[in-house]
């Protein structure tokens, strides 16, 4: 477990990434970004995300469970006040549980939203779904 807030910072070149892509297109080298301005916004994702895992802990909790799923994450973002990003959040959970049970080879026979099967995070699983998200984005800049 991390020591400090310091231990958790996101890397910097993924939050200057994030800004850039944040930035309006036709401002691309018309807008500096100072370093502070990188470092803020890392510090608040960082604590954005800290804030979450907590929520959603306390909910995979009060349904006596230990291992987080996305199912929580969902909850805890509209526990937080940030519901109107529930809908999105349960549509890409959607898509990776349809990847996920594509590569076992198991069919989806779910139509319902609800029936969206938990995916629990466990040691191990975490740097397999990294590279299967940087590998979909690799994709969308293809095509673009």
Known sequence: MAES????????A???????EALPKDAEGKINVSKDVRLAAGKAASLFILHLTTEALS???EKNRK??????????VKQIGFEV???????????LSTKKRRSTGKKDTSKNVSN???????EGEEEGEEEEVEGE??????EE
């Open 85 to 95: 990003f529930a809908g999105a959040l349960q549509k890409k959970l959607e898509q």
């Open 14 to 20: 993924i939050i200057q990434r994030l800004i850039k």
């Open 67 to 76: 291992t987080l799923s996305g199912v929580d994450v969902i909850e805890g």
């Open 59 to 61: 909910i995979a909790n």
């Open 137 to 142: 984005e690799e994709e969308d800049d293809k």
């Open 116 to 122: 969206v099967e938990e995916m629990e995070v466990e």
């Open 5 to 12: 807030l310091d231990d958790l910072n996101l890397p910097s």
